[in-house]
């Protein structure tokens, strides 16, 4: 396919998709009617559409180009891969190196404990069988009755029947019939939204305690002889970038083992480095026992998940002595895991782990405190690693949201950025940013100058400038 296509080529691309192929979390008809933008290309932080405009990707995708776009070793590991053995399956009794190997290397970059490993090919999926395995140990362990499944509001979990129940972003639920029996949910440790819910003004420390507090809570009115497990992301994504204070985790990790609670993290998007350590459990002090990962474990070259088990879990299901009635055609695809250890190799090699923790991650945290902190509609900048918000609001002070449709002023501002080349991600209101690893502080600089021309033509719009 040519790199440069012609405007003909984009819009005979543009008729098929509209007449062929419906987009997740899309109105349909509002696209087709707009027309798709068609991305051709793509290297390093960059990406070009079919009508050669160049854009600044401020997401790494869906939070897990890692690697950055075009990468060579991984591109050769893949084609290997798929000269050697471009398929075989785990349910004959046998394995595979690539696969093997993975195995054994997530065992020594995840928490201790986490030693066994089984492998889907999404995140939902990941979280689907995590929840099933919960469930499968509860039944090993003689306690049937614990099948109830918290989660948070704003929590994203993904879209499986199960996983989407477990979600907390409502929205998604009416669709589907959902949630399904046996999910309920406790409130987010989202303090700069504490205010507008009603929880006063108390300070980060104190309200992080409160909200794990409202989780011992709801334990309680079940019964914890009823409640299997608490899912949680370390930092919840989709849900906004809400970022927990430092009070929260270590309280979530004693009331999960005070009630015999199996604690679920979701690293599907702070896996492998997004934080500025491995994963989001290191950075938080999160005592899981089960883990579940994606995204950053190919950085998006092919799809892989998995999902890891704490010594706890994994003892009792590795050593069940009954067939595992689980599995997918595709788990441990040789060519993901191909390219799955070659990408954990380049991050190791390069130390991008580093890089994000002490060197670009608190560049840009830093620039962007500096260019937002005193702007008159954003009324917080909040980050780690290489995850950071900008929280639009009409008064600072006051810490209240815009008095219109949640999302309404982020959805202007991110058309702004794409308008301008610049890929930010606009969750209620506010501005997201998850960019690549390999980042550079020249690049970082591009994305303020986009997002902070966004954001001021946002105010005037709405009045505030």
Known sequence: MAHTPTHNQTKHWQAIDAAHHIHPFTDTVALNKEGVRVITRAEGVYLWDSEGKKIID??????????????KELADAGCEALRVLPYYNHFFKTTNPYTAELADKLSKLLPEGHTRVLFANSGSEANDSALKLIRYYWNLKKK????????RDYA???????????SGLTPMHPQWDLPLAGFQKVPAPYWFGAKAAGYGDMGPDEFGVLIAKKL??????????RVASFSAEPVQGA?????????????????????????HADEVITGFGRTGQWFGCQTYGIEADVITMAKGLSSGYQPISAISLGKRMGDVIAN???ELVHGYTYSGHPVACAVALKNLEVIEREKLVARVKNGIGPYLHRRLHETFDDHPIVGEVRGVGLLAAIELVPDRKKRAFFP?????????????????????????????????????????????????AAIDNTARDYGKM
């Open 216 to 225: 011992e809570e709801k334990i309680l009115e079940i019964g914890p002889e």
């Open 144 to 151: 049937p009755q614990k099948k109830i499944h918290l989660s």
């Open 58 to 71: 401020g997401m790494s995708g869906l939070w897990c180009v890692q690697v950055g776009y075009g990468n």
């Open 404 to 452: 219109l449709d949640p999302g309404a002023v982020g959805t202007h501002c991110r058309n702004y950025c794409f308008n301008s080349g610049l890929v930010s991600r606009a969750i209620r209101d506010t501005m997201v940013l998850a960019p690549p690893f390999v980042i550079s502080e020249s690049e970082v600089e591009e994305i303020i100058s986009k997002l902070k």
């Open 156 to 166: 994203y979990h993904g879209v499986t029947m199960a996983a989407a129940s477990l």
């Open 320 to 322: 069940a002595n009954e």
């Open 239 to 263: 849900g906004g970038l809400i970022f927990p204070p430092a009070s929260y985790w270590p309280e979530v990790n004693r009331i999960c083992r005070k009630y015999d609670v199996l604690l």
